[in-house]
């Protein structure tokens, strides 16, 4: 089975920090995504990469940037924090076209 | 807006009943998958359907795909209490299979 690590499940951020989420997968997929979701939206697509150094925008990329050095890792930044982005940040990984494998979860709370 | 709209928003029902739930989507689709998310964890893949395929099982679970009216429809049966989870459609279209996801439906299975 798939693994896909998040590093914190509750994270605590003030406005206007730099912050970091970070995703580990352990199997050479090439693709990993990056959702938020929030009650009443659903999943939406924050960015997403196909391979290292690689990445494009999904559907709502304001606020966000992204960073793939290795292979297994993919690295959520925001820049500097509001408070519109609490919210629930999940990380998954597919090969090829195949379904996805999410990780468990961040839970973001900016104050 | 959303690709995929899962019906009814929620749903309860009595352990061993069967659930139904329906998603509708707005253009053409290469699949639709189904995701589990049990409370405060990330999504687990259920099933995939692909665009000629119109029926699928696996286990309790019985996925139909209706092309013409853009619409699927996900039937738990035998319903258990550990099946209380939100379930989630999701839409892969394009070239690379971007995955747009809905709002989901709660189940709540009463002991």
């Known amino acids: 089975d798939v693994k896909v690590t998040q590093s914190s499940r509750y994270l605590v951020k003030r406005t206007g920090e730099k912050v970091f989420l970070e995703c580990v997968q352990d199997m050479d997929h090439e693709n990993m995504f990056w959702y938020r979701q929030d009650p009443g939206l659903g999943l939406r697509l924050i960015y997403f990469s196909y391979d290292v150094k690689m990445k494009e925008k999904g559907d709502i990329p304001e606020g966000y940037s992204v960073s793939r050095e290795k292979k297994e890792r993919f690295s959520l930044i925001l820049e500097s924090a509001s408070t519109n982005q609490t919210s629930m940040y999940l990380c998954?990984?597919?090969?090829?076209?195949?379904?996805?494998?999410f990780g468990n979860g961040t839970r973001l709370t900016v104050t | 807006s959303q690709q995929g709209e899962e019906d009814p928003q929620a749903l309860s029902i009595q352990e061993g009943e069967n659930a139904t739930m329906n998603c509708s989507y707005k253009t053409s689709i290469n699949n639709l998958q189904w995701y589990r998310q049990n409370s405060g964890r990330g999504l687990v893949h259920l099933i995939l359907?692909?665009?000629?395929?119109r029926e699928k099982h696996s286990g309790r679970l019985r996925v139909t795909l209706d092309t013409s009216k853009k619409s699927s429809s996900l039937l738990i049966t035998a319903s258990r209490a550990a099946d209380t989870a939100s379930y989630f459609c999701a839409t892969a279209r394009g070239s690379n299979y971007k995955l747009t996801f809905g709002k989901g439906t709660l189940l709540t299975v009463n002991p």
């Open positions: 359907i692909r665009s000629n395929e």
């Open positions: 998954a990984c597919r090969w090829g076209n195949s379904p996805l494998h």
